[in-house]
């Protein structure tokens, strides 16, 4: 049973930064992409950042404007996300997913696999 589960969550200060990552088992992890997905209350889930099965190509939401970086281990299993630079609109809890395709990544529906989500809080 394919499993994704999310660490690295917690409160920050405005301009400081986070790194939050995800381990995956029960799924053949070098065949997927994976995305990171974030969800503030009252809000729909929104991509934030993807990166292909190698590791060779990402893309990132508009609003990241070079502020984040998304990595992935396919030895260890693992896709992390280093979120700099970070404001108060960036509160939410932010999911790890395993998406078939790299070209449709952007897209929640086309998500296979969610974790369930780790926290991050950003003061001002």
């Known amino acids: 049973q394919a499993q994704l589960v999310e660490s690295g969550g917690g409160l920050v200060q405005a301009g400081g930064s986070l790194r939050v990552s995800c381990a995956a088992s029960?799924?053949?992890?070098?065949?997927?992409?994976m995305g990171w997905f974030r969800q503030a209350p009252g809000k729909e889930r929104e991509f934030v950042a993807g990166?292909?099965?190698?590791?060779?190509?990402?893309k990132y939401g508009d609003f990241v404007k070079g502020r984040f970086t998304i990595s992935r281990d396919n030895v260890k299993f693992t896709v992390a996300l280093q979120m700099n630079s970070l404001k108060p609109e960036d509160s939410a809890v932010y999911y790890c997913?395993?998406?078939?395709?790299?070209?449709?990544?952007?897209?929640?529906?086309?998500?296979?696999?969610w974790g369930k989500g780790t926290l991050v809080t950003v003061s001002s």
């Open positions: 029960g799924l053949i992890f070098a065949s997927y992409a």
């Open positions: 990166i292909n099965w190698g590791g060779g190509n990402t």
């Open positions: 997913g395993a998406v078939p395709r790299f070209d449709r990544l952007q897209s929640p529906t086309e998500v296979m696999h």
